[in-house]
């Protein structure tokens, strides 16, 4: 077998082994715990009709601290696959899957396979990405959206054509729309673009193209601006404000290297961002051709088309608004148990949201005519051909583009700060790396000690419980902690209530109680007093832990005593009182 032949058995090899244990670290448990709280989000509101359609996005846009597309895909994927747990983590799962798949994608097209190889596996085996792409909610699905986003700029850059921009920006457009966070990596892509487009002469169409994608994904923020006020008044207790030290730490746990301790894991922190600039600096010489084509993007009729189109929405929005919707928002509102005053401060905020959008289609109509004028230009004047950037050039753009938005964020003292949000980064970070491994493996002593490396990153992310549980070995919990409320469900069916009423304490971590025992109507006390018209016979369940729960708990044993321990599981005690 010729060298060429071994080396893409070779490589076929790698990719398989690394995709299998990306999805061995994702499968495992995957459907064993029950939900938590933020998870209900993706399996409270069911169905694919327009109603539940609109309910999700209003409770995610007035309700949440997120953009309106956070838990859509959910309810097509639901409506599929059903809600268990295993079925509704599964989306998580192969969005994960597909961004380990989509570095090596990147990594081939930038002229690296190995470089892609490498990066895929460092993702496969990070323990940030595997808890988040067995947890139901959307951060698997926007680094894959996002790496994908990647994918198809690099390749739109390399052939310009049209239908590839096109998926740009309905990937770009998606992510946006999923998580606020992609907002920093859509811009080092419209960089990328303004590099390309202030290097070439004549203007390239295919990095102004991309640029114009970029432009048209971003656009819709301008509709969801009076939104984004509003939530950025709310009270976000899981989010802190941006400081260097903050940044630094959720850098170190997003590597896998935060439990290591200030010493050790800042010099395994050292090692990684050698290993990234190695990376950079490997590629820098590295080419990567741009095309100039001579093919419009889009017929110039389709621009008028949209600007139509934005014109008739606006319209109808004015009078529909006061007829159909705003009746039908206020009655689903109120039903949800709103306050009158919060009712119509929403319904504000969905007509000016409404008029904005509409708005905005008229902005991206007015784009693509006043495009299709200057590309026609291009297209006369600009012979085709090709320009090269930089992979380094590209890779060092990836890379501190975002960060540096993301620090600028901080100055503003806006509480948006968790370490998963960072995960968007994870992609560009793990890529600069495989490009250093990659340039390790030219001589036999690299190919050592890139072995060396890939072996201490896995036994350093093996201190993580999500990667340390496949061998039995506990570690640091990342993400949802949730109960056994699968136990609390048999023991109660098993042991039906009747008259007894079964007693939670209000604080949300019994969210998931309400989704699991449903059957049962679990009531909430609002405080550690009793009601003075509590029934005189409850199952109270605890929450082995809480604080909440404990004083609860020891409440009911000074109201009616003795009590009685029924039943004990996994985070959770059934006590019951006994008849007066």
């Known amino acids: 077998m010729s060298t060429p032949a071994r080396s893409t058995v070779g490589y076929v090899l790698a990719v398989l082994a690394v995709m299998l244990v990306a999805t061995g670290l994702r499968v495992y448990r995957l459907g064993a715990e029950c939900f938590d709280c933020d998870e209900l989000y993706a399996v409270r509101i069911q169905g694919v009709n327009p109603k539940a359609v609109a309910a999700v996005m209003a409770r995610d846009g007035f309700h949440t601290n997120h953009p309106p597309l956070m838990s859509v895909p959910f309810l097509v994927w639901n409506a599929l696959f059903g809600t268990s747990e295993f079925a509704v983590r599964a989306l998580p799962l192969l969005s994960g899957l597909v961004a380990v798949a989509g570095l090596v994608a990147v990594g081939a097209v930038l002229g690296r396979r190995w470089a892609g190889v490498f990066a895929a596996a460092l993702l496969a085996i990070n323990p940030l990405h595997i808890t988040y792409s067995t947890e139901a909610r959307q ?285 968007v980064l994870l992609p560009t970070l793990d890529l600069a790396v495989g490009f250093g491994l990659a340039w390790l493996t030219r001589s036999w002593p690299g190919c050592l000690g890139v072995a060396a490396i890939l072996v201490g990153a896995t036994v350093a992310v093996g201190q993580y419980q999500v990667i340390g549980r496949v061998v039995g070995v506990p570690g640091i919990p990342l993400g949802m902690e949730t109960l056994d409320w699968h136990g609390v469900q048999t023991w109660l069916t098993k042991h039906p209530p009747q008259d007894r009423v079964v007693l939670l304490v209000n604080r949300p971590a019994t969210d998931p109680a309400l989704y699991y025992l449903a059957n049962y109507q679990p009531q909430r006390s609002p405080d550690v007093t009793f009601p003075q018209k509590l029934p005189p016979r409850v199952i109270f369940v605890h929450l082995v832990g809480n604080p909440h729960s404990e004083s609860l708990r020891d409440a009911l044993g000074q109201w009616r005593s003795p009590q009685k321990l029924l039943a004990s599981g996994n985070g959770w005690e059934i006590y019951g009182a006994p008849e007066p």
């Open 139 to 423: 951060y698997a699905l926007l680094v894959a959206l996002l790496v994908v986003a990647q994918l198809l700029l690099i390749l739109s850059l390399r052939n310009g054509a049209r239908s590839l921009v096109l998926a740009y920006y309905l990937i770009a457009a998606w992510a946006a729309l999923t998580h606020y966070f992609a907002v920093p990596v859509l811009l080092a892509h419209g960089a990328v673009a303004l590099a390309i487009l202030w290097k070439s002469r004549p203007l390239h169409t295919s990095a102004a193209r991309l640029l114009l994608a970029v432009v048209l994904a971003g656009l819709p923020y301008l509709a969801w601006l009076p939104v984004m006020r509003f939530q950025s008044n709310g009270k976000w207790d899981h989010l802190t404000p941006l400081t260097p030290g903050s940044l630094g730490e959720s850098l170190a746990d997003l590597l896998g290297l935060g439990g290591w301790g200030v010493g050790l894991g800042f010099g395994l922190s050292l090692i990684v961002l050698l290993l990234m600039a190695l990376g950079v600096a490997a590629s820098w010489r590295l080419p990567f051709p741009v095309t100039n084509v001579a093919q419009r993007l889009l017929p110039q009729w389709l621009g008028w088309l949209i600007l139509a189109l934005g014109f008739v929405l606006a319209i109808g929005w004015i009078v529909a608004f006061p007829r159909s919707i705003e009746p039908v928002a206020r009655e689903t509102l109120s039903g949800y148990g709103y306050d009158p005053e919060a009712v119509s401060a929403e319904v504000r905020l969905l007509q000016q949201t409404g008029l904005l959008g509409a708005g905005c289609v008229v902005l991206a109509g007015l784009l693509l005519l006043r495009w299709g004028r200057w590309e026609t230009k291009q297209i006369l004047d600009s012979p085709t051909g090709e320009t090269s950037i930089s992979v380094g050039v590209l890779l060092t753009i990836f890379l501190t583009v975002p960060v540096i938005v993301i620090a600028l964020g901080g100055l503003t003292g806006v509480r948006f700060h968790q370490t998963r949000n960072l995960l």
